[in-house]
């Protein structure tokens, strides 16, 4: 039987799935609020050429257009990866209710690996965290993209033609 928290995941997933296709880190965000999807997002950081669009920044930033509110307390937010500092004190900020996030990041993760921002009791608001929902499925991708991208890079290298000596 399916959770929520999963059936919301897959729906993350899926928007990981379009940075996928677009050549983004596949990380994809939803907030939701009494069973409504209020804002969502998926890395688009090479796309737009900014670094903080990532897919958590772009999920909250809709969902509090959608509540006219800078506030998303009674919120859950939904994550394909472990968010980073920057992404989990933006969390903090919202006053996000609830953080689920899925893959675990053991390089930027802030919401429990490598740091604990949303768990830290000296900031104002704490979001209560459940990590690795449908985390196989969520790690899964990234290492396809991570893989293929390796692939690629191997590939123009080794095709990559020597310059001939100097006679």
């Not at 959608?66 to 980073?84: D, F, I, R």
Request: net charge negative; proline share 5%.
């Amino acid at each position: 039987m399916t959770t929520a928290h999963e059936r919301w995941m897959g729906y993350a997933l899926r928007l990981a799935q379009q940075a996928f296709d677009e050549d983004e880190v596949p990380v994809g965000a939803l907030v939701v609020k009494d069973g409504q999807i209020l804002g969502k997002g998926y890395n688009q950081i090479e796309r737009l050429k900014d670094p903080t669009a990532h897919a958590e920044i772009l999920a909250i930033t809709a969902a509090a257009n959608a509540l006219e509110s800078k506030v998303l307390e009674g919120c859950t937010l939904y994550v394909t990866l472990e968010p980073c500092p920057m992404c989990a004190y933006a969390i903090v900020l919202a006053r996000v209710t609830t953080l689920v996030f899925g893959a675990y990041d053991p390089k930027a993760g802030a919401c429990g690996t490598l740091l604990n921002i949303a768990e830290d009791v000296r900031f104002n608001h704490n979001p209560h965290v459940i990590p690795g929902v449908q985390d196989a499925e969520c790690s899964g991708l990234l290492k396809e993209f991570f893989q293929k991208k390796r692939k690629v890079t191997q590939l123009s290298a080794s095709s990559e033609i020597s310059p001939e000596p100097f006679e």
